[in-house]
């Protein structure tokens, strides 16, 4: 019962396994098959996959996502530290943690909606984000940030009677995951697997269905004897534990974690892959995230000289000022190119890059006779 | 009328918003199974009256009573869950979702209450839900167009679905908020004989109407409400001959 | 009672700040009804004009002087700012009162460019969801601040205040309190250059038949429209002039807080909670919000309160806003009816 899909979800399912495991073989020719890459795409895609389970189902605009990120990847470098270097426990105690926070936060936030919702979670993630290079530095060694030592208890690893000497690596059951290795890569990607099945589940749901509803109309949703507020805990919750989850592989991959993680940029960074791909659809997120992380990878390494190199054809009247201009959307200026594409997108396309695939099918449709009128499989960006 | 019969009690309820008295000491009774109608001018605070009886505002005084439960204290969920329905003025349904879903979804709160955490089930397999909600919007002549999304339909056709979302409920108590308002000839005398076979269901219900045809072809009934006070109240032959009656709807032409 | 004073003081300042940046992002949002997640960046700009300013009225000619000498025996360089060259002493004077000047460079600049905003991509958002208002604003305030990064690098440069201001007042004696009180000169004068501010602005809106219809239009958009009063050329001049506030706001701040990229948003993200708490939609709860939580923060500051309650100075707005919106809806001054279902 509860591993039941339809037909055609378990091709979406399989075929999602399928892309996402043959990443490596796939993203050759695009120069971005090293996993320290791949893992990154993954560790945004479940980020950005809870995310919109929050967002793109009820239309709750949360602004302190970031928050649960950083959580999790505390909770991961702790249970490192004092239990053991086998990635289950800490992943598993991230996502408790960050579940148990998301239940407090969200407690309180849901009680408005809107803009004061969104401004009541930002609130939120900024007091996290301050303490942590405060009060909180016991646990989060502030700007230094969270790290393995040699001193570390590790109390588990020392009854099995682990080897010292050198700090250890993050493993499952001795194969070694930390370290941008293949290993670590396709952990992240069985992750990712695992977590795009329970999306599946839950946007086919009953639950999911009463998610949607409840972001069409909260009134209707009342008057027809819904308990609204459960509904949108759980899933504040259930987007929240996502982030804890891709918070604790960030600290699996690399095990470290500072409180840059819960700024504000970050937290607005989930909600343009979620845009960027397609809000309340299911791949579109995950597409948006591995969007941006590539773009991020590609831009970020430019610099003027490969610039230069690139235009080099160019008479040097035309190839100077052309450099100068575009140098400031590569390198550092990367996050430039980032909030012109987000401008663009939500002018041009809210309904992000599934949108715009469901666009251009639409035309091929109509060249061929089948046009079917407007139906359910669309969804509104927001509210 | 014997007390026990009496389904819904609304005693001595006032309401004011700033200055205006919306309702004053307004005392009605609705005894189970009949169909109780409320007329009025625009603006007599019919709508308010049974804003005040699903929880949506609550009264400065008096109370109101279902099934023997004061609601003074209910969620405007609990009392649906206590098995009143309403079909609002202004339609209220969900537009970004499809007719079956729309039906749907109230038919999985009457089964599984107030909030039920089923993640792992999936809508697809509840064939009995959905075969209930095409049977509901069948009723209700919108079947075929079943897949469209609702905020695509007309104002009367939005009517005729939240009238479909209410039913599959089986509610005890159902409340019509002009429920032909905007609707054709043709509807509306489609509706009247939809609402004659509920009757048929035994479910009580209260309906605001501005159109006598459809009152008098239904109503067991009628209460008259006059800028927040019942003026008139008895069967509708009654009522139809009450001076008071001419009074308040000419009072409001000449205004 | 004079550590009392003192901590009202400091908190007015910063007080100050955050209400003219709520007081813009709430006409704009009153009027336009449009969420501004870029208004923050438009103070920073502000700020980015008084150092661009200094900038330029610094810019030096180098010449070698023979006749003088370093320690270690080669010829001088000596620097002199062309201002300097061409005006003399008037020159002198301009580069030591570079910030105020400042504001005479950054109200066209920012005039021109909230109107551009508001006409390129603003209008045509009135009409969507306010999730797509945040984002769209939010992505522009990226952009505005990369650009700013790119142009300025990414520290903080400090300005300073006129000569004759840099010193501390003694407020005690001003106000007949006798002794002490020291307080800097310029937060003062910020003090009274944002009162004067915020007094403008609610005079423009009172006493000009501009101002009253734009107060209509807050009240009521759709019958203001109806009446046939151009509501669109209004909407620009509110944003333009929101955007104006927040500019000045900006360059005045500088000699309290050098400016960084990234000012404009930490400014944000206090001042949305600044209009939470006074009340979306209320101008009057703007100003009063934005003051109070400026002194609350200075407060929070103090020692013997850190004392008590460790880390209380990082959180107390944050802390303010939730309690506030969990008990208070509409924030202490809020209408009736502004973003609620
Ligand atoms: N929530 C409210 N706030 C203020 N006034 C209201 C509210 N609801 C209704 N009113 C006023 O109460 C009076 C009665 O309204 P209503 O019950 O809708 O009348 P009707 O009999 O036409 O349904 C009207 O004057 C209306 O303006
Ligand atoms: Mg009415």
Request: proline fraction near 4%.
């Amino acid at each position: 019962m509860a591993f039941n899909l339809s037909k055609q979800d378990w091709l979406l399912f399989l075929g999602f396994a399928l892309v996402v495991l043959t990443l490596p073989i796939s993203l050759q020719p695009l120069g971005a098959a090293y996993p320290a890459l791949m893992q990154k795409f993954c560790i945004f895609g479940i980020f950005a996959l809870g995310f919109n389970i929050l967002f793109g189902l009820t239309g709750y605009l949360s602004f302190g996502h970031a928050a649960f990120i950083g959580i999790g990847s505390y909770a991961a470098v702790w249970m490192f530290k004092l239990l053991t270097m086998n990635a289950l426990p800490a992943i598993l105690f991230s996502m408790v943690v960050a579940g148990l926070v998301a239940m407090v936060i969200g407690y309180v936030a849901l009680r408005r909606s809107g803009i004061y919702f969104s401004i009541l979670t930002l609130a939120f993630a900024q007091m996290f984000y301050n303490l942590a290079y405060s009060v909180l530095t016991p646990l989060t060694n502030g700007e230094t940030g969270l790290q393995l030592t040699l001193g570390d208890p590790r109390v588990l690893d020392r009854m099995a009677g682990a080897a010292t000497g050198g700090l250890p690596r993050v493993e499952l059951f001795g194969i070694g995951l930390s370290g941008g290795g293949y290993a670590g890569f396709y952990f992240c990607a069985i992750v990712l697997i695992l977590c795009f099945f329970f999306a599946i589940k839950i946007f086919r749901s009953p639950f999911g269905l009463m998610l949607r509803a409840l972001k069409s109309n909260q009134n209707r949703m009342r008057y027809t004897g819904f308990n609204n507020r459960p509904y949108l805990l759980a899933a504040f919750v259930i987007s929240g534990v996502y982030a804890g989850l891709a918070g604790s592989l960030m600290a699996v991959t690399d095990p470290l974690a500072g409180a840059e993680r819960m700024q504000w940029t970050a937290s607005g960074e989930v909600v343009l892959m979620t845009i960027l791909g397609g809000a309340g659809t299911l791949v579109g997120p995950i597409l948006g995230a591995a969007v941006i992380k590539y773009f991020e990878n590609i831009f970020s390494a430019f610099n003027e000289q490969t610039l230069h190199r690139i235009f080099d054809f160019l008479p040097d009247s035309i190839e100077n000022p052309l450099v100068s201009g575009l140098s400031l959307f590569v390198g550092e200026g990367w996050h430039l190119t980032l909030g012109v594409i987000f401008v663009l997108i939500v002018i041009f396309l809210p309904g992000g890059i599934m949108e715009g695939f469901r666009r251009i099918s639409g035309l091929f449709k109509r060249g061929g006779g089948g046009g079917k009128p407007a139906v359910a499989a669309h969804a509104q960006p927001a509210e | 009328m014997s007390d026990r019969n009496i389904v819904l009690h609304v005693a001595d309820v006032s309401k004011r918003f700033g200055g205006l008295k919306a309702l004053t000491d307004v005392d009605l009774s609705v005894a189970e199974g009949t169909v109780h109608a409320i007329i009025g001018p625009n603006g007599a605070g019919k709508s308010t009256l049974l804003n005040v009886c699903i929880g949506r505002i609550r009264p400065d005084q008096g109370h109101v009573v279902f099934a023997g439960t004061t609601l003074d204290q209910q969620k405007p969920h609990e009392i649906n869950q206590l098995g009143v329905s309403r079909v609002f003025q202004t339609p209220e349904i969900f537009p970004d979702l499809t007719l079956l879903d729309n039906v749907m979804i109230p038919a999985f709160a009457k089964r599984d209450g107030a909030y039920r955490f089923h993640a792992l089930q999936s809508v697809e397999s509840e064939s009995e839900i959905r075969d209930s909600a095409e049977f509901h919007l069948g009723d209700v002549g919108l079947l075929e167009r079943r897949h469209q999304l609702a905020g695509s339909l007309s104002r009367g056709d939005k009517r005729r679905l939240e009238l479909a979302m209410c039913l599959i409920q089986k509610p005890k108590l159902l409340l019509l908020d002009e429920p032909t308002a905007g609707m054709s000839r043709h509807d509306t005398n489609m509706t009247i004989e939809l609402l004659k076979r509920i009757k048929a269901r035994g479910m009580t219900k209260v309906i605001i109407e501005h159109d006598m045809h459809v009152v008098f072809s239904l109503a067991d009934r009628v209460s008259v409400l006059a800028q927040g006070r019942i003026i008139a109240d008895g069967l509708p032959d009654e009522v139809r001959g009450n001076p008071k009656v001419k009074e308040a709807y000419l009072g409001e032409a000449h205004a | 009672m004079d550590a009392i004073l003192l901590q009202i003081l400091n908190g007015l300042d910063k007080g100050g700040a955050y209400a003219l940046i709520a007081l813009g992002l709430t006409l704009v949002f009153g009027t336009l009804g449009v969420v501004n997640f870029a208004h923050g960046a438009l103070f920073m700009m502000g700020a980015f004009c008084a150092v661009g300013f200094n900038k330029l009225l610094t810019l030096q000619s180098v010449t070698i002087d023979p006749s003088q000498t370093t320690p270690w025996g080669s010829p001088m360089e000596v620097r002199q700012p062309y201002v300097e060259a061409w005006l003399g002493e008037s020159g002198k004077f301009l580069v030591d009162y570079s910030v105020p000047a400042a504001i005479l460079l950054a109200i066209p600049v920012m005039l021109l460019f909230g109107i551009a905003m508001e006409r390129g991509i603003i209008r045509h958002f009135y009409k969507r969801p306010h999730s797509e208002q945040i984002l769209v604003t939010f992505g522009l305030a990226i952009v505005i601040q990369e650009i700013i990064k790119h142009y300025f690098g990414a520290n903080p440069i400090p300005q300073p205040a006129p000569a004759a201001f840099r010193g501390t007042a003694a407020v005690g004696e001003l106000i007949g309190l006798g002794n002490g009180l020291p307080y800097p000169w310029w937060r003062l004068i910020y003090l009274f250059f944002s009162l004067s501010i915020i007094g403008a602005v609610f005079a423009f809106l009172r006493f000009t038949t501009y101002g009253m219809v734009v107060r209509a239009g807050m009240r009521d958009r759709e019958t203001v429209g109806l009446l046939g009063i151009n509501i669109e050329r209004r909407f620009t001049v509110v944003f333009g002039l929101a955007s104006v506030v927040a500019g000045v706001a900006g360059v005045m701040y500088t000699p309290i807080l050098p400016p960084d990229y990234h000012i404009g948003m930490e400014f944000l993200v206090l001042s949305f909670v600044v209009v939470v708490v006074g009340g979306m939609g209320s101008l009057g709860g703007a100003v009063l919000a934005g003051f109070l939580l400026g002194i609350l923060q200075s407060f929070a500051s103090m020692n013997e309160v850190k004392a008590i309650i460790p880390g209380i100075d990082q959180i107390i707005i944050y802390l303010v806003a939730v309690v506030v919106l969990l008990t208070l809806p509409r924030g202490l001054m809020g209408r009736a009816g502004v973003m609620e279902e």
